[in-house]
C-alpha cells in the first residue's frame, strides 16, 4: 500500500540556512537548473516556491560527494578527535554543519562518532559527538556513493536478527530497518535511502529523543520491503 504522507517541503530560507548558503544562492542554482541540475519546485507558499527536502538534500550531498575526490585533507594526528564543525572542515565541505546533518538525517551513512560527551546539566543536557581523524579518512576512503570502496581496518557491524512478525506497531531504527529490508550494511540501506530508493522511507513515523533519529513502523519497513521485492 502506498504511503499517503506528504514529502515535506523546504522554501529556499530554509535550504539555505541548512547547506550554509544565502537564499539568493538558492534562488541562482533554481534559475541555473538545467546546468546544474537542481530540483523542480515542489509547490508554492504564497509568493514563495517551495522544495521537496529530501529531493534537495540528496542533491547537496551528490555535489559535496563528487567534490571531496579533489579534496586533499590537511595532515592531522590519526587520534585528533575533531566534533561535527571541525570534521566538516577537514573532509572539505563548505558546510560546516555537512556532518551534523548525516547524522541526524542519514542514520548509517556516517560513522558513529569515537566519543561522546555528555555536557550540560540535568536541566538543559546536551551531547558532543566528537570523530578521530583516522576515522574519517577511513570513511572518506569508502564513503557510499564514492564509486571506488577501499578495505577499512574496522569491519561493518553484523546486522540483528529482526522478527518481521513483530508488533507492526513498533517503532524501529535504522539498524533494524536495513535487517528487515535485506540490506548488508546500515551504511548501505542509509546510501540507498538518500538515493531515493525507499520513498516509503523518506519521511519517518518518529525521531528518537536523544540525537532525532529517524524511526520507522515495522509494518511500514516491511510494506517497502514488498515493493522492492515487487522490483527486482
Known amino acids: 500500500m502506498a ?43 504564497r509568493r514563495a516556491r517551495l522544495w521537496d527536502h529530501a529531493e534537495v538534500t540528496r542533491w547537496f550531498a551528490q555535489r559535496s560527494l563528487a567534490r571531496l575526490g579533489d579534496h586533499a585533507s590537511p595532515s592531522r594526528d590519526a587520534d585528533e578527535l575533531l566534533n561535527g564543525a571541525a570534521a566538516s572542515k577537514f573532509l572539505g565541505y563548505k558546510n560546516v554543519n555537512q556532518v551534523t546533518t548525516y547524522v ?67 517503532l524501529l531504527g535504522a539498524t533494524q530497518a536495513a ?7 546500515v551504511g548501505s540501506f542509509s546510501s540507498s535511502l538518500a538515493q531515493g530508493n525507499l520513498p516509503l522511507l523518506e519521511t519517518p513515523d518518529a525521531l528518537s529523543e536523544k540525537g532525532g533519529r529517524r524511526r520507522w513502523t515495522r509494518k511500514r519497513i516491511l510494506t517497502q520491503a514488498a515493493q522492492r521485492r515487487q522490483k527486482r
Do not use: C
Open 3 to 45: 504511503s499517503s504522507r506528504k514529502p515535506r517541503l523546504a522554501d529556499a530560507a530554509e535550504i539555505a540556512a541548512e547547506q550554509g548558503l544565502t537564499s539568493a544562492r538558492v534562488t541562482r542554482l533554481y534559475n541555473t537548473r538545467d546546468s546544474s541540475g537542481f530540483p523542480e519546485i515542489a509547490g508554492m507558499r
Open 104 to 170: 541526524r538525517d542519514h542514520p548509517g551513512y556516517f560513522p558513529d562518532p569515537d566519543v561522546v560527551e555528555e555536557l550540560g546539566t540535568p536541566e538543559r543536557p546536551y551531547r558532543r559527538l566528537l570523530w578521530r581523524v583516522q576515522t574519517l579518512l577511513d570513511w572518506k576512503a569508502a564513503r557510499p556513493g564514492s564509486g571506488r570502496y577501499v578495505s577499512s581496518e574496522r569491519p561493518a557491524k553484523a546486522l540483528p536478527d529482526v522478527p518481521a512478525d513483530g508488533d507492526p506497531d513498533e
Open 179 to 185: 535487517a528487515l529490508l535485506g540490506y548488508k550494511s
